[in-house]
């Protein structure tokens, strides 16, 4: 059965993605290798700790993190506490898997908590000194080129002199 509501997450993962694979593509192969990044981008989110939960999605669905290519090099495969049986292997788990929940639960309080803090601070404006880096936005597209895989942002850039509050 179809249902809309679910449409929200997955739409914000797929501009997270976007934005993730924009970053990674050379520009001058004209945005030709894309598909080439894909993959990199999803390990890249897996494997990331969100700032929301404070865990990695990986740890999150499946009780453990990903193994990373420097793991394998220096073959550390082992973490301390490692069990033997499969049973025992479940219990700990099951045991990692509420302990990641129940921190993950937590830092989403702190981090709503946060985010509303930021979002009241973006409501009165920015107060910006010079001196200081700034992203500039630009939502101008290169003709030719998927508009979805251009970079939006350009910078950082020095505010050199203040003209106004504004400017």
């Known amino acids: 059965m179809y249902n809309p509501k679910s449409d929200g997450m997955i739409e914000r993962f797929n501009r997270t993605l976007l934005s ?3 970053l990674m593509i050379d ?3 004209r945005q030709r290798d894309w598909d080439q990044k894909v993959m990199l981008a999803t390990f890249a989110y897996r494997s990331t700790p969100h700032e929301s939960t404070g ?3 990986n740890m999150l669905m499946l009780g453990r993190e990903l193994y990373l290519p420097l793991d394998l090099t220096t073959r550390v495969t082992a973490k301390d506490g490692e069990v033997s049986e499969e049973t025992d292997y479940a219990l700990q788990l099951r045991e ?4 990641a929940h ?5 830092v989403l309080k702190c981090s709503a908590r946060r985010q509303k803090k930021c979002y009241d601070q973006k ?3 920015a107060k910006l000194k010079t001196g200081e880096f700034v992203w500039l936005h630009n939502p101008s597209k290169t003709k030719g080129l998927s508009p ?3 970079r939006r942002w350009e910078g950082p850039y020095l505010i050199l002199q203040k ?3 504004v400017t």
């Open 148 to 150: 979805k895989l251009q």
């Open 163 to 165: 003209l106004s509050d």
């Open 123 to 125: 409501t009165i404006g």
């Open 102 to 106: 129940e921190r993950a639960r937590e």
């Open 27 to 29: 520009p001058h192969k």
């Open 20 to 22: 993730m694979v924009s």
């Open 96 to 99: 990692d898997m509420q302990l």
């Open 55 to 57: 865990e990695t999605p």
